[in-house]
């Protein structure tokens, strides 16, 4: 497989390094061997996040639950060693630690040999994301491992009221992560994950570079957006950190996770003077559709 990148400054190349991906739902049933799928990353990712296994906060309430499962390979079978496993949720207040040191309820682990990982945390609750939107309680997760694209998800739990109302987890493509929670004979909980990972398209990272900076809107010349790159993806900066964004080909990239019939996209146009073009276009569950055009400078 030949890298490729940037010829003349006029194109964005990737490769597509396999032709498999997570499952899929037809509208009758899933499709592929694989379960594992994408949920929008949410905008209170935090990188960095300490490593440990025990999120647990010493005087905080909540209902205790560990976390377990194993992470395999695109085969569905063989374990996936020393992949790398954060996880982050709110608070029994349904907060969200942005900024502090501490980084409460956000962790990273390791597999191990046989792929298996765990976290001792307490359960998420729902909570209100502004007029009177409530979104169901879930974990969010991030897995990485050599060889794969990483994985961005998001847990949510059987028995939830809010699942039905929220457009991610009522998505035909997170049924399979509305997980029950175990109680187990000495009163414990439990919740069971595995993961399995599955290749897509991956970017040159020199291409990603040509894109990452500030872009200026058209219109109104005070709103700025900010691109990066993390593990060769790219991301939008946000208050917390960031947004990242899935590239489908033809310079475009997707914000992952997106149900049916909602999307945001990015298109990127290489002009001949050196300058980035981009069209921002999102359809929201509403059918309404908004375009937004910046430049970034050569």
């Known amino acids: 497989m030949q890298r490729r990148t940037f010829i003349k400054n006029t194109t964005l190349c990737a490769v597509a390094v396999s032709a498999s991906g997570f499952i899929r739902f037809d509208g009758n049933r899933y499709l592929g061997d694989c379960e594992t799928t994408t949920d929008i990353l949410g905008p209170f990712y935090r990188p960095d996040s300490p490593v440990r296994s025990s999120l647990l906060v010493k005087g905080d309430p909540g209902n205790i639950v560990e976390l377990i499962g194993i992470v395999k390979h695109k085969d569905c079978k063989t374990p996936c060693k020393k992949a790398k496993i954060e996880l982050w ?35 998420p609750v729902p909570y209100d994301t502004g007029g009177g939107f409530i979104r169901p309680a879930h974990f969010h997760m991030m897995i990485t491992a050599q060889g794969y694209q990483p994985l961005v998800t998001q847990l949510y739990f059987s028995g939830d009221a809010y699942i039905t109302k929220d457009s991610s987890s009522s998505s035909p493509n997170a049924k399979r992560r509305i997980l029950a929670v175990q109680t187990l004979q000495d009163g414990s909980k439990k919740v069971l994950f595995d993961v399995s990972m599955s290749n897509t398209l991956a970017v040159e990272p020199a291409a990603i570079n040509k894109l990452t900076g500030v872009y200026i809107d058209e219109k109104g010349k005070s709103n700025k957006t900010q691109f990066f790159k993390k593990n060769n993806e790219l991301w939008m900066k946000n208050e917390v950190f960031g947004r990242n964004f ?37 359809l929201n569950e509403n059918g309404q559709k908004e375009i937004s055009v910046a430049v970034k400078g050569k």
């Open 89 to 123: 949720h709110c608070s029994s207040n349904g907060v969200y630690d942005n900024t502090s040191d501490e980084y409460l309820y956000r962790g990273t682990t390791y597999c191990d040999d046989k792929g298996q990982y765990l976290f001792k945390t307490i359960l």
């Open 246 to 282: 899935e590239y489908i080909g033809n310079n475009t990239f997707q914000y992952p996770g997106m149900p049916s019939g909602i999307y945001w996209t990015l298109h990127f146009e290489i002009m001949t003077s050196g300058s980035v073009k981009l069209t921002q276009t999102s």
